[in-house]
């Protein structure tokens, strides 16, 4: 459900985040009630907003991103650690060409904005 707020550019009313289930899809839809039910337990994890529409509409979005999101749980792993090395080691050790170039360019920039002129 929290992908269907990611992929939203505003936020959503329940009845819509349930339109986007896909009909197709393992099951039926979700009914409104259990799509609210989850919604709000989304909200008291901390994952959702919610916010009143102009027509009184209850509307939901992602309280982060999912790049915001995924960056977080990796943090906390990290800082869950007790061997921060060796889990920076194996992670590194297991990404892509690709990867490694986004995070060199990142780490790149980042010495840059800290280096004094």
Same mark, same amino acid.
């Given at each position: 459900m929290i992908r269907i707020l990611w992929d939203a550019a505003l936020p959503l009313s @329940? &009845?819509?985040?349930? $339109? &986007?289930f896909p009909e197709a899809g393992p099951g039926p839809r979700p009914a409104l009630t259990t799509v609210l039910t989850v919604?709000?337990?989304?909200? @008291? $994890?901390?994952?959702?907003t919610r916010s009143v529409s102009a027509d009184g509409t209850l509307a939901f979005a992602a309280r982060q991103s999912e790049s915001g999101q995924a960056a977080d749980a990796m943090l906390a792993t990290l800082l869950a650690t007790g061997d921060r090395s060796a889990v920076l080691l194996r992670f590194a050790g297991s990404l892509d060409a690709e990867d490694v170039e986004v995070l060199r360019r990142a780490l790149g920039e980042s010495d840059d904005q800290g280096a004094t002129p």
């Amino acid at each position: 459900m929290i992908r269907i707020l990611w992929d939203a550019a505003l936020p959503l009313s @329940a &009845a819509e985040v349930r $339109k &986007a289930f896909p009909e197709a899809g393992p099951g039926p839809r979700p009914a409104l009630t259990t799509v609210l039910t989850v919604l709000q337990r989304l909200e @008291a $994890k901390r994952r959702v907003t919610r916010s009143v529409s102009a027509d009184g509409t209850l509307a939901f979005a992602a309280r982060q991103s999912e790049s915001g999101q995924a960056a977080d749980a990796m943090l906390a792993t990290l800082l869950a650690t007790g061997d921060r090395s060796a889990v920076l080691l194996r992670f590194a050790g297991s990404l892509d060409a690709e990867d490694v170039e986004v995070l060199r360019r990142a780490l790149g920039e980042s010495d840059d904005q800290g280096a004094t002129p």
